[in-house]
């Protein structure tokens, strides 16, 4: 017996050595390496032949450190905290337009109906040279959008080229308060399904938003049996707004999200604290591979409950939780400090950013390391790859001209021309992209700056695009291609290989025009959503996206045939 007493206290004490030892090489290490910095840090101050900024110094070198774990973990400045301050407590005033940047240029993409900018007479594809006197060049749409935003009731003064023209124009907006848009559209599809699309989860209140939605279209249309819940392209939002969407559907007191970090105080277990309003309401939820984080939550409570069906593609796979903390000097770190969890144990995280399952950086987890779970009916599922739908819908993003044409904002180019063409146009449910529009769109896509077509119809028209190079749209190969080329030049080989090159280039461009005519009818399907956008806003393009919107037509077949919806659940 004493001899397994000594041999247990022995036990103990190198367990106790072993962790002493560890700990205080960590420390060490830590020491070490802050002093190293700290070094670098003076002398660059000290000794640098140029003079250097010292603020500037350490915001490069925090944002450097942080970008390495994960991209949403960041440093927050004192400038972005009052900025902060003002979208938390409702001061942030805004003027209600979206922007993309292409070469190097700055242009609306889209207004929102009935805000300043809209009312101003701003329109997509404007291109904006300044805000405010500030000058645009090198600055990153999150820092153009906050030149947007201040105080509201106050106005921002912008120099705009309008679209079509060449001369900048000086244009004032007032800013107002706006608050995030999260229902988007709710309608009845038809005589018995209802529908809800859910933009974001930004706003406290977004759960009771979607209630009233559902419940609304249940009181004011007596047939109403079946809802389409649409969260495709919902990058998330608020983590509690997500519990209470899911407890629309689910019952009271079950565990909805369990979230765990290395810290203990960052273990939280979530569940639905109320009686559900539509417990039984056969349930479809549209996803896609922009549906990110709170939306995440809400599909694969739905799938882990065998609530509902969802419909569409993978979701992002953000299965990350993020903290903001003081760090002194009036500035904070927004840190990554758990994952979260959902009923059936998985964790919906698809990328592994900092070596848990790889050492080589951000890579998405492969399937091998995937692990199996089960529903409440037992169906099969499984983590570290988003919520994969019960039902999968291929789309074409990833085909070749369809990612080009999107990539070099081709759409959106030739719906800015189309709209300075066209007065009006038919309502959503009754506009049409024709053959000849098709035509048109295809020579726009072959032309450089501002050229003279002849359109489909025989007339000569100039179209403006904002590409800058002859022919921008290529495949990878054709600008490995190019590549091959100068690098030959430079050589001296390119003559011993310029016809086989050319051979290659023609190749590849009946290629080009052969997949474009395959892609037709998906083209005209962008064209006509994006033109709509100009004339009828978000709405009626989303309207009219419904018609011929695959997933919708998946889930009418679906609850046309209850026996293969209760089947898909395991019911």
Request: glycine share 6%; hydrophobic share 35%; aromatic share 10%.
């Amino acid at each position: 017996m004493r001899i397994v007493k000594y041999i247990s206290v022995v036990g103990l004490a190198l367990v106790f050595v072993a962790f002493t030892t560890e700990a205080e090489s960590k420390f060490f290490t830590i020491t070490k390496n802050m002093e190293l910095f700290t070094n670098v840090y003076k002398e660059l101050n000290k000794t640098y032949v140029d003079q250097v900024e010292p603020a500037g110094l350490m915001r490069t070198a925090l944002t450097a450190m942080l970008k390495d774990l994960d991209p949403y973990t960041n440093y927050i400045t004192e400038a972005q905290i009052e900025d902060a301050k003002l979208k938390k407590f409702g001061g942030g005033g805004d003027i209600g337009v979206k922007l993309i940047q292409k070469n190097d240029n700055v242009y609306i993409s889209e207004v929102l109906e009935g805000l300043p900018a809209d009312l101003s007479g701003l329109k997509a594809g404007d291109e904006i040279k300044t805000i405010d006197g500030k000058d645009l060049k090198d600055k990153s749409l999150d820092d153009i959008q906050l030149f947007l935003q201040g105080q509201p009731d106050t106005e921002v003064g912008l120099e705009i080229i309008p679209y079509g023209q060449k001369s900048v124009s000086e244009k004032s907006v007032q800013r107002i308060a706006i608050k995030p848009r999260d229902i988007t559209f709710s309608k009845m599809l038809n005589d018995s399904v209802g529908y809800v699309k859910l933009s974001t989860f930004l706003s406290r209140g977004c759960g009771k938003f979607v209630n009233d939605k559902i419940t609304k279209l249940q009181e004011e249309n007596e047939g109403f049996k079946y809802l389409v819940f649409d969260l495709r392209g919902n990058p998330g939002g608020l983590l509690s707004e997500s519990i209470l969407v899911s407890n629309i559907f689910v019952e009271k007191d079950n565990m909805i999200v369990v979230t765990k970090g290395r810290d203990p105080e960052n273990v939280q277990e979530l569940k639905s604290t109320m009686d559900p309003t539509f417990p039984d309401l056969p349930l479809v939820v549209l996803t896609n591979n922009k549906s990110a984080s709170a939306s995440e939550i809400v599909s694969g409570t739905i799938q882990d409950f065998d609530r509902g069906v969802v419909i569409g593609q993978r979701t992002y796979g953000k299965g990350l939780v993020q903290r903001t903390m003081d760090i002194g000097f009036n500035s904070k770190v927004k840190l990554t400090i758990a994952k979260y969890y959902i009923n059936s144990g998985r964790c919906v995280q698809a990328v592994d950013y900092y070596g848990e399952y790889t050492d080589e950086g951000a890579k998405t987890i492969a399937d091998s390391l995937k692990n199996e779970f089960r529903t409440l009916n037992g169906r099969i599922v499984y983590d570290n790859s988003g919520v994969e739908p019960d039902i999968l819908i291929e789309n074409n993003e990833k085909n070749a001209i369809i990612k080009g044409i999107n990539e070099n904002h081709f759409i959106f180019d030739y719906a800015n021309f189309y709209a300075s063409k066209h007065d009006s146009i038919d309502a959503p449910l009754d506009f049409k992209i024709t053959d000849k529009d098709f035509d048109d769109f295809v020579k726009f896509i072959e032309t450089s700056k501002t050229k003279e077509v002849t359109s489909a119809s025989g007339d000569k028209e100039e179209i403006k695009s904002s590409t800058s190079n002859e022919n921008t749209f290529q495949f990878e190969t054709e600008k490995v291609l190019e590549d091959l080329q100068k690098a030959t030049e430079s050589e001296n080989y390119y003559d011993a290989i310029k016809a086989e090159l050319a051979a290659l280039k023609d190749k590849l461009n009946q290629i080009k025009k052969t997949d474009l005519t395959a892609q037709k009818e998906e083209i005209k399907k962008q064209l006509k959503y994006e033109i709509l956008n100009r004339y009828y806003y978000d709405k009626g393009r989303l309207e009219a996206s419904l018609n011929d919107d695959p997933e919708i037509q998946e889930a009418f077949d679906l609850f046309g045939d209850m026996d293969r919806y209760n089947k898909i659940l395991g019911n």
